[in-house]
Nanobody, 126 residues
Framework: QVHFVESGGGLVQPGGSLRLSCAAS????????IGWFRQAPGKEREGVLC????????YLADSVQGRFTSSRDNANNTVYLQMNSLKPEDTAVYYC???????????????????WGQGTQVTVSS
């Protein structure tokens, strides 16, 4: 059974950094693109970034370019989202999701993803 465990969220001051982890079990993460999404209170879910099976990334939100990056550790079946220069508007629940497609495929639509993590809260506040 496909299962994700997300971790790394928390409270951070503006300008700070956090690294989110998305650890997979029950499947080989290497075979999937991983999307990062977030949902702030009262707002719709938003795509943040997608990391392809190849390791390259597609930014889904212009607001995070230059601040967020994602990486894969296939040996440990884990994907990371490094978030730097955090802003209050980055406050949201962050989710990772798996998408099984081609090697260079990514999608900004959450409906295309097969499995989702439970989410982790990120709060950026002074």
């Amino acid at each position: 059974q496909v299962h994700f465990v997300e971790s790394g969220g928390g409270l951070v001051q503006p300008g700070g950094s956090l690294r989110l982890s998305c650890a997979a079990s029950g499947f080989t993460l290497e075979a999937y693109a991983i999307g990062w999404f977030r949902q702030a209170p009262g707002k719709e879910r938003e795509g943040v970034l997608c990391i392809r099976r190849s390791g390259s990334s597609l930014y889904l939100a212009d607001s995070v370019q230059g601040r967020f990056t994602s990486s894969r550790d296939n040996a440990n079946n884990t994907v990371y989202l490094q978030m730097n220069s955090l802003k209050p508007e980055d406050t949201a629940v962050y989710y990772c999701a798996a998408l099984k497609r081609g090697y260079y495929y990514c999608s900004g639509s959450g409906a295309n993803y097969d499995s989702w993590g439970q989410g982790t809260q990120v709060t950026v506040s002074s």
